[in-house]
């Protein structure tokens, strides 16, 4: 599994022209911590998450810039809404918002659930892109 790139930025070629174009005002790309990365999209794949790393990883930039605790009321790299993450925890057994790992495997399995081009999920970030 690749890690992000040590200097990346929403002009490299590993972001889609989509994806870059919706979130190319939003953020800059904010390199994760290698293990924070490695651990969410190991929790991911083995909760078999369904779309390509690179669209989860610029999804979780846009909405934490890779920051586990960031400010707020939403919980988490992925941002769930604390009913959702409730949902989502009592599905999968992984209780911890905080770890990279159960952040993954929620991620996989909440994306599943909904329609990626609907406002279910992730409003700003998730359905904005170009799936």
């Known amino acids: 599994m690749p890690s992000p790139p ?6 490299d070629a ?3 022209p989509p ?6 005002a939003v953020l800059p790309y904010v390199t994760a911590p290698t293990d924070t990365y490695t651990q969410f999209f190991e929790g991911y794949f083995a909760a078999e998450g369904q779309y390509p790393e690179e669209r989860i990883d610029v999804m979780i930039q846009c909405e934490s810039s ?6 707020g009321s939403h919980l988490g790299l992925s941002q ?5 993450w409730a949902t989502v925890s009592k599905i ?8 990279p790992f159960s952040q993954g495997v929620a991620v996989a399995t909440w994306s599943a659930m909904i329609d990626p081009g609907s406002r279910a999920g992730w409003p700003n ?4 892109i170009d799936w």
């Open 6 to 11: 040590e200097n990346a930025s929403l002009g």
């Open 14 to 16: 590993r972001v889609d």
């Open 19 to 24: 994806i870059r174009g919706v979130l190319q």
């Open 66 to 71: 890779w920051r586990i605790d960031p400010p």
């Open 80 to 84: 769930f809404e604390v009913g959702t």
């Open 92 to 99: 999968t057994g992984y209780t911890d918002w905080r770890d």
């Open 125 to 128: 970030c998730f359905s904005a």
